[in-house]
């Protein structure tokens, strides 16, 4: 589990996110939602270990601070939102900038075909000769999520889960592809792994998401189920937009159209 | 986004039964530079003014034969320390321009254009200037070191500033870079010019031919002093490759995949200030080495650091004997500086670089 209390972080002498209270289990997909500015990616940066912060976080109940760089790169991967390179780089390259670390968690026998298997999850096979600056963004999206599956391939290692961390991993995304993603994300939650995703989009995320963290000006507003999490008063009260949140008929999973702002 | 020209498109198609795999041809390239190296550096043994002879040479050394005392004196006394020389500051070059490159994210970053150099040459002047008064403490405990370690201080003073000024909260900003460097070049300038203005005469001639940048004056004292440094700066580069990768993707990516980034960092800075300090207290300022060498392999064998570092060395060795044979033929039985024989071709060349980046690629 990923576990932080009391979080705060100050850039400067302007405190971006106060008092956090945050949890991630393994075996889910936490999504941290929010409008523009409410903290969400200082907060998923301040869990990767590159922000200092204060009060406490912990990783599979170790300390943030007893552990090393790449103690942490064999228990998380992160996504950064874009990444744009100077030099040219093939997909393959990237792709196994993953294994850096060592501790991708596949066989000796496996690890020189885990590229090729991650760039075909993310529907990019026949890609790994193409130079990396000529991709769209989108598709350079896809990329770094190869690279960052292959650093932890396998979601639950040595019985200890392992957790992806993904700032917008869609958001640069055709809606096949967001598709793609988010059921790759799913089942490496499925599979034992956590998952933490920042998300814009409420209906992916009511789709998605285990649990929702909802961040509001540098706090959590709330955190729980999406059935509990998306409702008209939240939603007007943290977006400051009246949205009439419907239920699928079946499902009862909600949604959010944006044709229904008063 | 679209730089790539067709030419490196079919290498990288081509290169092996993985695509996108090169290092089976970066391997390749490799053993191939570290031939004509050996094959530079004996064609520079016999090319000169004097007609002393390769051949007469290998039956020394395998049959013990007679060598006359002249061809001893010019092989071994004038023209052996000089191959050493150019290897040395060769490789200490394009190692340099080619880890700057990747610390700094930029195939436009040069220890010769942002400052490095320059910062080098005033602690180097500085020591020959002032070595016998103000710094002869340290002149006694240093002995022959003292040029190159002086060299080194001050560069890696500038290379700290400038990327103090040029990397905020792991973003390192290009424009301010060069601006930066502009400015720290500009200082350096104006203080070596200060330096050389209180200079006496006897001074000002050496001076003069070691800012244009020469092997002429190579002697084997010379490079015992500076060659320790820079060998250790080129045992440490293998250390960064793996790590200049990871920061191609930036900081936090780096820090994410497991490098100790800041480690990697004071490593590299170091790295790049012993070898630009070293190789100028050696000869003065060679330009554009560092950063047509790195950027002609990366055309090739792309920018994998693993293999792009120790490259680098071979073909900077290479460029830099080649640069000193014309040198030293072109106006026989005069010899040209070798800096200005570099910055002849490297000028141009960079300005190509720019020119092919140019509206692609955001400076």
Not at chain 2, 42 to 60: E, I, N, P, R
Not at chain 2, 197 to 216: E, H, N, V
Not at chain 2, 281 to 291: D, L, N, Q, T
């Amino acid at each position: 589990m990923i576990e932080a209390r009391n979080l705060s972080v100050a850039i400067g002498r302007k405190r971006i996110i106060e008092n956090i209270d945050f949890q991630a289990r393994p075996g889910e997909l936490t999504a941290i939602v929010g409008p523009n500015g409410s903290g969400k990616t200082t907060l998923l940066r301040a869990l990767s270990g590159d922000l200092p912060f204060t009060g406490q976080a912990s990783i599979n109940s170790r300390p943030f601070e007893t552990l090393k760089p790449w103690q942490m790169a064999n228990i998380r991967a992160v996504l950064p939102q874009a990444t744009s390179l100077a030099f040219p780089y093939t997909v393959r390259e990237i792709v196994r900038l993953g294994l850096t670390s060592g501790y991708s968690g596949a066989g000796s026998h496996d690890i020189e075909t885990l590229p090729d298997r991650a760039l075909a999850m993310v529907d990019l096979e026949g890609f790994s000769g193409r130079f990396y600056q000529e991709l769209s963004g989108g598709e350079q999206q896809r990329v770094q999520l190869a690279r960052v599956l292959c650093q932890v391939w396998q979601p639950v290692l040595d019985g200890e889960p392992r957790y992806l961390f993904l700032d917008e991993p869609v958001s640069s995304l055709d809606i096949k592809h967001q598709l793609i993603i988010m059921r790759i994300a799913k089942s490496f939650a499925e599979e034992g792994g956590g998952v933490i995703a920042i998300l814009h989009d409420l209906n992916l995320t009511a789709m998605f998401a285990d649990r929702i963290v909802m961040m509001h000006r540098g706090r959590v507003d709330a955190a729980g189920e999406p059935r509990d999490m998306l409702s008209d008063d939240r939603i007007l009260r943290v977006y400051e937009c009246a949205l009439k949140v419907g239920v699928l008929p079946g499902s009862g999973a909600p949604f959010v159209l944006p044709q229904s702002a008063v | 986004m679209l730089m790539r020209t067709e030419f490196v498109r079919t290498i990288a198609d081509g290169a092996g039964p993985q695509h996108g795999d090169r290092s089976g041809m970066a391997r390749g390239v490799i053993a191939l530079l570290a031939v004509l190296l050996i094959a530079t550096a004996l064609f520079s043994l016999t090319a000169g003014a004097s007609d002393a002879s390769a051949w007469g040479l290998v039956k020394y050394w395998l049959f013990s034969t007679e060598l006359s005392q002249r061809d001893r004196l010019i092989v071994m006394d004038i023209r052996l320390p000089r191959i050493f020389m150019g290897v040395l500051i060769g490789s200490a070059l394009a190692v340099s321009g080619a880890v700057m490159q990747g610390l700094f994210r930029n195939p436009l970053a040069d220890p010769g254009l942002v400052g490095v150099s320059s910062g080098a040459s005033v602690g180097a002047l500085a020591t020959i200037i002032f070595g016998g008064t103000v710094l002869a403490p340290a002149a006694a405990v240093l002995g022959i070191y003292t040029l190159p370690v002086m060299a080194f201080l001050t560069s890696l003073v500038t290379t700290f500033l400038l990327y103090g000024i040029a990397t905020r909260r792991g973003q390192t900003s290009v424009a301010t870079m060069l601006l930066a460097g502009i400015a720290l070049a500009a200082l350096g300038v104006a203080l070596t010019g200060a330096l050389i203005y209180i200079a006496d005469d006897r001074q000002l001639r050496d001076l003069m031919f070691w800012q244009m940048g020469s092997l002429a004056g190579a002697t084997w004292t010379k490079i015992a002093a500076s060659g320790p440094i820079i060998l250790l700066s080129l045992i440490a580069a293998p250390f960064l490759g793996r790590g200049l990768n990871g920061l191609a993707l930036g900081e936090a990516s780096a820090h994410h995949l497991g490098i100790p980034v800041q480690r990697l960092k004071n490593v590299a800075i170091v790295t790049v200030a012993a070898a630009v300090g070293a190789s100028v207290a050696m000869s003065g300022g060679i330009g554009f080495v560092g950063i047509i060498v790195p950027h002609l392999l990366r055309l090739v064998i792309g920018p994998d650091h693993r293999y792009l570092l120790p490259a680098s060395a071979l073909l900077g060795s290479i460029l830099l004997l080649l640069a000193d044979a014309v040198s030293r033929t072109i106006v026989a039985p005069a010899e040209l500086p070798i800096g200005i024989v570099t910055a002849l071709a490297g000028a141009p060349f960079f300005l190509w670089i720019l020119l092919r980046r140019r509206g692609i690629v955001d400076l």
